[in-house]
């Protein structure tokens, strides 16, 4: 008797300690830096929007939209494909992530868009590259997000050669649904 009580004790609390496992992450992110350019410093502000979806356990496709804009300048908008795999994501309240994701867009987030007479969303390609961590806040449904993200840009447009890099660290939030 005192099994039976035991097993029906122990099996309905053992199904709601099973964790959280979303199917979608929405996220915003936003960076501030500082660069040089031959005509001086700049500051530059970006927010980018990540609609996540789960397809396999912590493995989740990620499109994204960035937008940056220097003082003065025009933004630039950057879009992206991603796919992330957060280690742990519903059990555990720091869950490491990485990602990796091509793009394109019309210039770099971080500088004056490459635009001329008409916007072309093409003509810079760049990777992503990143890691992070995720930290479980407001009970498992919400995330806080710091990211570090390595980016190899290459200009296709208006005779502009060669590559940029940036390293940027990306501060979010996240909410799991």
């Known amino acids: 008797m005192k099994t039976i009580l035991l097993l029906i004790t ?4 053992s199904a709601f300690c099973q964790g959280f496992m979303p199917r979608w ?13 031959p ?8 927010l980018a929007f990540r609609p ?3 397809i396999v356990d ?3 496709v990620e499109p994204e939209i960035y937008g940056g804009a220097a003082k003065g300048q025009a933004p630039a908008l950057n879009l ?14 720091f869950v490491p992530f990485v990602l990796v994701g091509y793009g394109a ?16 969303l093409t003509a810079i390609t760049f990777l992503n ?39 940027r660290v990306l501060v979010g939030f996240s909410v799991l649904l």
């Not at 122990?10 to 609390?13: E, H, Q, R, V």
């Not at 449904?141 to 590559?163: T, V």
């Open 129 to 167: 590259a990143g890691a992070g961590l995720k930290i479980m806040t407001l009970g498992g449904r919400a995330l806080l997000r710091l990211e570090y993200r390595y980016q190899d840009f290459k200009a296709n447009a208006y005779g502009l050669k060669g590559n940029v890099y940036a390293r």
């Open 10 to 13: 122990l099996i309905p609390a």
């Open 58 to 60: 912590g493995l989740s």
């Open 25 to 37: 992450e929405m996220s915003v992110s936003m960076d501030a830096n500082s660069f040089s350019a």
């Open 39 to 46: 005509d001086g410093a700049h500051n530059q502000v970006g």
């Open 52 to 54: 996540g979806l789960f």
């Open 80 to 93: 992206s494909g991603n796919l992330s795999y957060s280690y742990g994501m519903g059990h555990n309240v």
């Open 105 to 120: 867009g019309n210039g770099f987030p971080f500088s004056q868009p490459i635009q001329k007479d008409t916007p072309n």
